[in-house]
């Protein structure tokens, strides 16, 4: 696939001060997969995200996720190629061995559809997955008028098989191939819940997201909300900062926010932040560093609302932000994905996201496998609270 843009991981590449990245988030494949698609990808819609709602924290110390050998699993596909088998499978088998909990193999179809997804748009049917710590695949978002929701599937509904095939076990990233597929295919899905057992026959569709939404809640607050760092999101939230009314908090809500584009996440960042570190990161014992652009507003009160659906580039952005005492976090526990994978393409033309490193926040933190504790803890009624703490913060009525 020469000249294809890899769009799915931390990887580096040429930004201001040496360093860019992008982040994948693998599990995060499908619609977005949260959308959420895998590692972790952009939001549309497919995909492994986390649930919206609140979430146990990864445990602490869950430690740095394995690693798969690369040469190890170009070998493997390229042997498979020779014998006339398939690349991708043999490549996902040492991958599946080696421990590396984000990597996973994509074929060319799934992996050139990543750049619709990281301007918003995806083919499927509209639903977020996660997968629990049984193994089991449970739906915990439904895009609203897509095929999935005119079926009438809805959050924590748990998929049980896809075409057949069961699901429970797989990644997210796997599920999310299943749900894939052109626009017009249909795709039967058998789902339990309370219990039933309910079947539906659904066709795949061209969905889109905005990544992006604002609105005012009076004159005093206005709220960003932040599905995905997909392309243009991050400049989205700088003009969206500049347009607020003088005097008025922002309400950054990243809440369910699989992350996406680390550079888009670093824009974002820079609109509150004038200049400075957001991030570091290494790639195979190389380390590299993250900036913010100046002339951000740094006298804007800010809140940042977070949950177990935050995660990856969303959480870069709240670590900045918390790292560097710019904003005050409210919510629960992050989800905790903060590792790097960079490509590897195969001989069969598939392409291999392995995990090379980690990236830590300004003051040091590795997020990977713990998260981030917000300052003040709200599940239900987090959005009052974060009001509440704006007021304190001298925002007025």
Not at 94 to 99: A, D, E, I, L, P
Not at 257 to 283: H, I, M
Not at 370 to 376: F, K, N, V, W
Request: hydrophobic share 40%.
């Amino acid at each position: 696939m020469p000249g294809r843009r890899v769009p799915l991981c931390l990887r580096p590449r040429d930004l201001r001060r040496g360093a860019a990245v992008t982040l994948a988030l693998l599990g995060a494949l499908g619609g977005l997969g949260a959308a959420v698609s895998s590692g972790y990808r952009p939001d549309p819609g497919e995909g492994g995200r986390t649930p919206t709602g609140t979430r146990a924290p990864a445990p602490a110390g869950a430690g740095k996720p394995g690693t798969a050998d690369r040469d190890a699993v170009a070998r493997a596909a390229a042997e498979a190629v020779a014998e006339g088998k398939s690349g991708k499978s043999a490549a996902q088998d040492v991958v599946s061995r080696s421990g590396d909990r984000w990597g996973v193999v994509y074929d060319q179809g799934e992996y050139a559809s990543f750049e619709d997804d990281l301007d918003g748009r995806y083919t499927g049917v509209g639903l977020w997955t996660e997968r629990g710590p049984d193994g089991r695949i449970a739906v915990t978002r439904v895009q609203p008028d897509g095929p999935a929701a005119r079926a009438g599937l809805r959050a924590g509904d748990r998929l049980t098989r896809v075409d057949g095939e069961p699901v429970t076990g797989s990644t997210v990233a796997q599920v999310v191939a299943r749900l894939r597929g052109d626009a017009g295919t249909a795709v039967t899905l058998e789902v339990v819940r309370d219990g039933a057992d309910l079947t539906e026959t659904v066709r795949r569709a061209r969905l889109s997201t905005e990544a992006v939404t604002v609105r005012e809640l009076g004159k005093k607050v206005v709220v960003i909300k932040v599905s995905s760092f997909t392309r243009g999101s991050g400049e989205r939230v700088r003009e969206a900062v500049r347009a607020a009314p003088a005097g008025a908090g922002v309400l950054l809500d990243l809440r369910g926010n699989p992350g996406g584009l680390v550079t888009e996440a670093v824009t974002a960042a820079s609109a509150f932040l004038d200049g400075g570190l957001v991030a570091t990161y290494d790639v195979r014992g190389a380390q590299r560093a993250l900036y913010a652009d100046r002339g951000g507003d740094t006298a804007r009160p800010l809140v940042a609302l977070v949950d177990g659906g935050t995660m990856s580039a969303a959480e870069l952005v709240t670590g900045a932000l918390q790292d560097r005492g710019r904003a005050v976090t409210v919510g629960s526990h992050t989800f905790g994905k903060g590792s790097v994978q960079m490509p590897t393409e195969l001989a069969d033309g598939s392409v291999a996201e392995l995990t090379v490193g980690t990236y830590r926040t300004p003051a040091g933190r590795s997020l990977d496998g713990r998260g981030i504790s917000p300052d003040l803890t709200a599940a239900e009624g987090a959005e009052e609270r974060a009001r509440t703490v704006l007021g304190g913060l001298g925002v007025g009525p």
